[in-house]
């Protein structure tokens, strides 16, 4: 059974930093695309921040600069640092494994990210 564990969410004040991880079992990592979502209150789920195997990245244009995604397939881990951060990006923080050949795919059950100002 697939699972994708998201921790490292909390609360933290404008300007500070935060280090979400995302720890998937049940399958191999090395096979997948991973990525970070992320929903807001009201407002519909966004990428975030996308890393293919072996290491390509991109991210989304509010992101960009303040925010890193990196993968470890040996741990089975994939990591987003986020730095600078600001209220606007509270939100609850999604892991999301997509397969490089099929459909599939799998999410985790989110991890919430507050930024007080």
């Known amino acids: 059974q697939v699972q994708l564990l998201e921790s490292g969410g909390g609360l933290v004040p404008a300007g500070g930093s935060l280090r979400l991880s995302c720890a998937a079992s049940?399958?191999?990592?090395?096979?997948?695309?991973m990525a970070w979502y992320r929903q807001a209150p009201g407002k519909e789920r966004e990428l975030v921040a996308r890393?293919?195997?072996?290491?390509?990245?991109n991210y989304a244009d509010a992101v960009k600069g303040r925010f890193t995604i990196s993968r470890d397939n040996a741990k089975a881990t994939v990591a987003l640092q986020m730095n600078s951060l600001s209220p606007d990006d509270t939100a609850v923080y999604y892991c999301?494994?997509?397969?490089?050949?099929?459909?599939?795919?799998?999410w985790g059950q989110g991890t919430q990210v507050t930024v007080s100002s």
């Open positions: 890393i293919s195997n072996p290491g390509a990245t």
């Open positions: 999301r494994a997509t397969a490089r050949m099929g459909r599939s795919n799998y």
């Open positions: 049940g399958l191999r990592l090395s096979m997948y695309d």
